[in-house]
Nanobody, 125 residues
Framework: QVQLEESGGGLVQTGGSLTLSCVAS????????TAWFRQPPGKEREFVAS????????YSSDAVKGRFSISKDYARRAVVLQINNLRPEDTAVYYC??????????????????WGQGTQVTVSS
């Protein structure tokens, strides 16, 4: 059984930065595509970015391009989401997920088998 754990959330001011990390136990993220989703208060969960460890392919939603970046942490075998220039509308619970989606299902929650519990990001104005 693969278990995912997110870390790095917190309270920041508008314009600030955070680094979120996702690590796995029971397996490693090197075998999967890892994605970050977020769920703002009162809204549906939405895709943010993904990274396929093998090959390093990344994909980000239009809403976060230029501010968010997803990358590998080889030492910890973690997937990192760097969030810059935070805005109040980025306030959400951020979830890490792992699976083996194809291109057409990259943004679909159903394509990911394993999920973390989420980490809260709150951006104050």
């Amino acid at each position: 059984q693969v278990q995912l754990e997110e870390s790095g959330g917190g309270l920041v001011q508008t314009g600030g930065s955070l680094t979120l990390s996702c690590v796995a136990s029971g397996s490693t993220l090197t075998s999967y595509t890892t994605a970050w989703f977020r769920q703002p208060p009162g809204k549906e969960r939405e895709f943010v970015a993904s990274l396929r460890w093998s090959g390093g392919n990344t994909y980000s939603s239009d809403a976060v391009k230029g501010r968010f970046s997803i990358s590998k942490d080889y030492a910890r075998r973690a997937v990192v989401l760097q969030i810059n220039n935070l805005r109040p509308e980025d306030t959400a619970v951020y979830y890490c997920a792992a699976g083996r989606p194809i291109a057409s299902t990259m943004k679909s929650m159903s394509a990911y088998y394993y999920w973390g519990q989420g980490t809260q990001v709150t951006v104050s104005s």
